[in-house]
């Protein structure tokens, strides 16, 4: 069955700390990629997507994630965080061509100020 | 402003109570999704309609009857329910069920059943 596993489930970091959280899916076919974000009290939304060409993408407020196929990785990463960075965090995958988007358990980050 | 909403905010019912959930969304997209979305649990998705048809459902118990009039609404009408059912309620849209398009999310229904 297709799956998305999300590495850690709570991630506590110092302000202007490196992020990287991890996104290992199962599907034997090609893929198109999503994180999505809940800050606190806000709904889910888009923070960045892959569907082709260059691996690493870049979304907004700086954050960007790296597809690596053979790994069935799709990693999220920001060089420096903030305080207002503190959220949920969403790994999803759709196989092309279909529309069932499988989403992972989610990451809850908190940023110390 | 997401612009998917989604009433009421907030549910509590009791095991026998019949109510619905209402989702509206004015982006002018041709799909809705209903996703289930319960504590250190990965998102479900429960229903999907494309163009106002069921196009999946994803082995969703019958207590949890959806109901899409035309693109721009979607209900879940809820009736038995167990305390397990307990979750938040999200719904979504897309520009179109295909994999292209991202999904856009109202703030959900927070449903307690007592």
């Known amino acids: 069955a297709q799956s998305v596993s999300q590495h850690n489930h709570h991630v506590i970091l110092s302000e202007a700390a490196s992020l990287e959280l991890g996104c290992n899916y199962s599907y034997g076919g090609t893929v198109n990629l999503f994180w999505y974000v809940q800050y606190p009290g806000q709904h889910l939304q888009l923070l960045l997507k892959?569907?082709?060409?260059?691996?690493l993408v870049k979304g907004i407020k700086g954050f960007e994630a790296e597809f690596i196929k053979s790994k069935f990785s799709f990693n999220l990463r920001k060089p420096s965080v903030q305080w207002s960075d503190t959220a949920e965090y969403f790994c999803a995958v759709t196989p092309t061509g279909g529309f069932k988007t499988i989403f992972g358990a989610g990451t809850r980050l908190f940023v110390k100020a | 402003e997401t612009g998917v909403t989604q009433t009421p905010r907030h549910l509590v019912m009791g095991m026998t109570n019949k109510k619905s959930l209402k989702c509206e969304q004015h982006l002018g997209h041709n799909a809705m999704y209903w996703y289930k979305q319960s504590a250190k649990k990965p998102l479900e998705l429960m229903f999907v309609?494309?163009?106002?048809?069921?196009?999946e459902n994803n082995s969703v118990p019958s207590r949890f009857s959806p109901e899409c009039p035309n693109s721009s609404h979607l209900f879940l009408h809820l009736h038995t329910l167990q305390p397990e059912d307990s979750a938040l309620y999200l719904c979504?849209?897309?520009?179109?069920?295909?994999?292209?398009?991202?999904?856009?999310f109202g703030n959900g229904t927070r449903l307690t059943v007592t």
């Open positions: 892959y569907f082709s060409g260059d691996p």
């Open positions: 979504a849209s897309s520009q179109e069920t295909d994999d292209n398009s991202p999904l856009h």
């Open positions: 309609y494309n163009f106002k048809e069921q196009t």
